[in-house]
């Protein structure tokens, strides 16, 4: 009786350690911009980086970064690695949309960046879309398991209708194009658009929105962009994470603050899927 309950035991923590979710996380953190006064990047920054240590993806993405920005969070989150480069040089001038990763659990088997425009390979504008705007990916390997998983990190026009349908048709060409063996595929950025519009049909189309799929209710508001407006509701929804080939176990909009701040003016998306 006691070897059949010794027995039962390891099963369900196998059961338990193989279900363990791992989380991913988008997050638009805002350009530094002084003009922003209470809400500038100096004094949100380490909030914001205490927030994301606190939540522990796995993985995340940041959109609007400067490269200042990414390396005050990589020294305030030195667990990570990061990829990607600046929207205007491909190096390091302009925003990113890079990829941040636990570089203990994953390592990156290859990573870049492509314009989000008729010529992806080199740096550009595309269609109708105001300024110049990017996809960061990286195919990751879980160095226990040797799962691989691709992940792009982007942020699309703020202006442009039409760039913004055909970034998310460029989008799904790219990973079909660089997803040649099947691996589980998840997208995440600031596609500023919602979720009754063309490019979020473009998307769903091809992937799963995380908020439609969890094995439990979302969390949080619906909204994701709160424009620094602490005291107003947040139900503009632009922010997304989607996904193939995964099961998504928790999807969480985050709306942390310290004495009526926000640490951006969006929130955080939060995802744990299943491994």
Sequence with gaps: MKTLLFLFVLTCMSVSLHAQPHTVLTYNIRLDNPADGDDAWPKRRDYLAGQIRFYAPEVFGVQEALHHQLTYLADMLPEYAWVGGGRDD????????ALFYQKDRFKAISSGTFWLSETPDKPS???DAALNRVCTYA????KKTK?????????FDHMGKEARKRSAE??????KEFNTDGYPVIVMGDLNAHPDEAPIEVMKNAYTDARDSGAE????PTGTFNGFNFHDPVTRR???VFFKGLKV??????SDSKDCHYPSDHLPVLVRFFE
């Excluded at 491909?90 to 949309?97: D, I």
């Excluded at 460029?170 to 990973?175: A, C, E, G, Y």
């Design 90 to 97: 491909g190096k390091q001038a302009g925003e990113y949309s």
């Design 125 to 127: 504008k595309g269609w």
């Design 139 to 142: 195919l990751l390997q879980d």
């Design 147 to 155: 799962q691989k998983t691709w992940v792009f990190n982007t942020h």
């Design 170 to 175: 460029l989008i799904v060409q790219k990973s």
């Design 217 to 220: 209710p979302p969390f949080g």
């Design 238 to 240: 632009i922010d997304y």
């Design 249 to 254: 176990k928790q999807y969480a909009v985050l």
